[in-house]
């Protein structure tokens, strides 16, 4: 019995002129619980193809008219017919035969006088591969309907994200301006006050300012980073020299390194040159340095290496402090998470947020390994942007 992966028996198509020839195909067929439909010439079989749609076709070549050859031809030119197997049923056994036959586009050959047992055997063949070749394109189909409907998800909650995102944004941006006014008229009051010489209500705004300031440093952090996740930034790139401005920032924060009992070294090559956002490295690599300052133990080291590599600029920052835990390392660089440890420090956990975001707009990464004791952060600055010099 041959069988298929559908439900329903298969289809053939049996075209021959010679009324015996069917009769016996016919009987071979049926016995193996096939449907059989017939044709007697070219012009038949193109008809009767089209509208039955069979599983299989098994063709004769010599024929009046039209042959098994130009038939086939025709049945492969017809979007409709042309994924229909055809096996050919022939006497001709010379090579350039077979080769004309599978040019026109057939996939067997069964010989006259014709074995009924290899023709139910070629054609069980076939039909077996048709069907897995059916089952195998609607799974394709169904994946791909799958891939669409997921990518229309994505897209969707992208658009969602970035709407969050700007709403934010668009909150930050408004809020900053009167937040700077109030900040204006405090230190106006405090300049008053200072005069005066009262005290207690100065100290009081002074507090104040600080925690105005606190607020629009939050709000500058984020409008930085919605300029970064829309690339607008980009715009910001030039030639510069990133060992310089790591130099410059350990200067910056030398001072700060003292008043602790820290001591800050720096160890870099003569110049890094590459394209990037001179602006935005600094505060990427001061960001790295302050977050090392808050954390290193009393009277501890902090480090800071700027070296070249085969792609780019690194940029390692490491301190003796407590460290992250291996479970808080994937979250610390999500945006306004802070970690147990960072809990008595100030900041809202925009920091190294704001570095990742640097480092993916450089075409870099931001990593954060054990540094046995305490956290070394890793900067690069990548791709085609960098250079050595």
Same mark, same amino acid.
């Given at each position: 019995?041959?069988?298929? =992966?559908?439900i329903?028996?298969?289809?053939?198509?049996?075209?021959?002129?010679?009324?015996?020839?069917l009769? =016996?195909?016919? !009987?071979? =067929?049926?016995?193996?619980?096939?449907?059989?439909?017939?044709?007697?010439?070219? +012009?038949?079989?193109?008809?009767?193809?089209?509208?039955?749609?069979?599983?299989?076709?098994?063709?004769?070549?010599?024929m009046?008219?039209?042959?098994?050859?130009?038939? +086939?031809?025709? *049945?492969? $030119?017809? @979007?409709?017919?042309?994924?229909?197997?055809?096996?050919?049923?022939?006497?001709?056994?010379?090579?350039?035969?077979?080769?004309?036959?599978?040019?026109?586009?057939?996939?067997?050959?069964?010989?006259?006088?014709?074995?009924?047992?290899?023709?139910?055997?070629?054609?069980?063949?076939?039909?077996?591969?048709?069907?897995?070749?059916?089952?195998? #394109?609607? #799974?394709?189909?169904?994946?791909?309907?799958?891939?669409?409907?997921?990518?229309?998800?994505?897209?969707?909650?992208?658009?969602?994200?970035?709407?969050?995102?700007?709403?934010?944004?668009?909150?930050?941006?408004?809020?900053?301006?009167?937040?700077?006014?109030v900040?204006?008229?405090?230190?106006?009051?405090?300049?008053?006050?200072?005069?005066?010489?009262?005290?207690?209500?100065?100290?009081?705004?002074?507090?104040?300012?600080?925690?105005?300031?606190?607020?629009?440093?939050i709000?500058?952090?984020?409008?930085?980073?919605?300029?970064?996740?829309?690339?607008?930034?980009? %715009?910001?790139?030039?030639? +510069?020299?990133?060992? %310089?401005?790591?130099?410059?920032?350990?200067?910056?924060?030398? @001072?700060?390194?003292?008043?602790?009992?820290?001591?800050?070294?720096?160890?870099?090559?003569?110049?890094?040159?590459?394209?990037?956002?001179?602006?935005?490295?600094?505060?990427?690599?001061?960001?790295?340095?302050?977050?090392?300052?808050?954390?290193?133990?009393?009277?501890?080291?902090?480090?800071?290496?700027?070296?070249?590599?085969?792609?780019?600029?690194?940029?390692?920052? %490491?301190?003796?402090?407590?460290?992250?835990?291996?479970?808080?390392?994937?979250k610390?660089?999500?945006?306004?998470?802070? /970690? !147990?440890?960072?809990?008595?420090? @100030?900041?809202?956990? *925009?920091?190294? $947020?704001?570095?990742?975001?640097?480092?993916?707009?450089?075409?870099?990464? =931001?990593?954060?390994?054990?540094?046995?004791?305490?956290?070394?952060?890793?900067?690069t600055?990548?791709? /085609?942007?960098?250079a050595?010099?």
């Open positions: 019995m041959i069988h298929s =992966l559908d329903a028996p298969p289809v053939v198509l049996v075209v021959d002129d010679t009324a015996t020839n009769g =016996l195909v016919v !009987d071979a =067929l049926e016995s193996n619980n096939l449907r059989v439909t017939v044709a007697r010439d070219g +012009c038949e079989a193109l008809r009767r193809a089209e509208l039955v749609q069979p599983d299989l076709i098994l063709l004769d070549v010599m009046p008219e039209l042959d098994g050859f130009e038939t +086939c031809r025709l *049945l492969k $030119a017809n @979007p409709l017919t042309r994924e229909i197997p055809v096996i050919f049923m022939t006497s001709l056994t010379r090579t350039a035969d077979k080769v004309t036959g599978f040019r026109a586009g057939a996939v067997d050959f069964v010989t006259k006088p014709l074995q009924m047992e290899e023709v139910a055997a070629r054609v069980n063949t076939h039909l077996k591969l048709r069907a897995l070749q059916t089952l195998q #394109q609607e #799974q394709n189909a169904r994946l791909q309907e799958e891939v669409n409907s997921r990518k229309q998800a994505q897209e969707a909650l992208l658009e969602m994200i970035n709407g969050v995102r700007n709403v934010s944004n668009a909150i930050a941006h408004d809020l900053r301006t009167p937040l700077t006014e900040r204006s008229r405090l230190e106006v009051l405090i300049l008053e006050l200072r005069k005066q010489g009262d005290e207690r209500v100065l100290t009081q705004l002074e507090t104040a300012l600080a925690d105005v300031d606190r607020v629009i440093g709000f500058n952090a984020l409008l930085r980073l919605a300029e970064i996740d829309a690339g607008v930034r980009r %715009a910001g790139f030039v030639a +510069c020299d990133l060992g %310089a401005l790591v130099e410059e920032a350990v200067e910056f924060y030398q @001072p700060v390194a003292e008043l602790r009992g820290l001591t800050l070294t720096l160890r870099a090559c003569a110049r890094l040159n590459a394209v990037a956002d001179p602006l935005l490295i600094a505060q990427a690599v001061g960001n790295l340095i302050d977050n090392a300052l808050k954390f290193a133990r009393e009277n501890g080291d902090v480090s800071v290496v700027a070296r070249a590599t085969a792609t780019g600029v690194c940029i390692e920052v %490491a301190d003796d402090g407590p460290g992250i835990p291996a479970a808080e390392l994937p610390v660089t999500e945006r306004f998470y802070r /970690g !147990d440890a960072s809990r008595g420090t @100030p900041g809202v956990g *925009l920091g190294l $947020a704001l570095v990742k975001a640097v480092a993916t707009l450089h075409h870099g990464t =931001l990593s954060l390994a054990d540094n046995h004791p305490g956290l070394v952060a890793s900067l600055i990548g791709g /085609g942007d960098s050595a010099g």
